[in-house]
């Protein structure tokens, strides 16, 4: 009997996964990497779904590219006081502070300064 039900409950879970595969669109935030709680460092995410799309692992004061699909970031540890977002490429311009759990929409900030 057990065996049955494990067979049975393996058959549908292949069958539900192959119905999902078909239906769901294709998406290149599936290639990301997870969410792993708790993290270290500076750690962006994208939004939907949640995924990791870039890290910085301790505070230098660079001028560094936000990445494309970062819509919010989170300083887990490493000593960050303050992630200067910028509009501009070149961190130049009027600052918004994103140290505290900001969030924003893709692409509206292009650079920022982690010190």
């Not at 769901?24 to 708790?38: F, N």
């Not at 001028?63 to 970031?73: F, G, I, Q, S, Y």
């Amino acid at each position: 009997m057990r065996a049955t039900v494990h067979r049975s409950v393996a058959g549908l879970a292949v069958a539900l996964g192959v119905v999902l595969t078909a239906i769901l669109p294709a998406s290149s935030a599936t290639a990301g990497e997870p969410v792993q709680s708790p993290d270290t460092g500076l750690v962006f995410y994208s939004s939907y779904p949640t995924e990791v799309v870039g890290r910085q692992a301790t505070p230098d004061g660079v001028c560094r590219p936000v990445p494309a699909d970062a819509t919010w970031l989170l300083a887990w540890s490493g000593g960050f006081h303050s992630v200067a977002g910028y509009r501009t490429a070149d961190c130049t311009g009027p600052a918004a502070e994103l140290n505290n759990l900001h969030s924003w929409p893709p692409g509206y900030h292009l650079s920022y300064r982690a010190g």
